[in-house]
């Protein structure tokens, strides 16, 4: 599978284990991402990220129907993309 993204694309990662940087810059190397890294629990990382969890639990987990984990996994391509293009930010 190809993925093209159709503008410029960033991704927030912590910086804080080094085997994880190297794969997720590999990854986002592939996925023409721009990596940008803040500091391991950073007051700036931490806050974004709890903020993303709780929007994406409150707006797409808890409405969804999730029996078993199979079907919240086969949702998840689903609601990643609705977020990303039509959620407002």
């Known amino acids: 599978m190809t993925w093209r993204l159709s503008r ?3 991704s927030l990662t912590g910086d804080q ?3 994880d940087c190297v ?13 940008i890294t803040t ?4 007051p700036q990382s931490n806050g974004m990220a ?6 994406f639990k ?3 987990v808890r ?3 999730r029996p078993d984990s199979a079907t919240v996994m086969s ?4 609601w990643f993309e609705h977020y990303n293009q039509k959620h407002p930010h």
């Open 8 to 10: 410029s694309t960033r």
């Open 17 to 19: 284990f080094a085997v």
């Open 23 to 35: 794969s997720s810059l590999v990854w986002e190397t592939q996925l023409e991402l721009k990596p």
């Open 39 to 42: 500091p391991a629990q950073s």
């Open 50 to 55: 709890q903020s993303f969890v709780k929007t």
């Open 58 to 60: 409150r707006d797409y």
């Open 63 to 65: 409405l969804a129907s």
């Open 75 to 78: 949702g998840l391509k689903s």
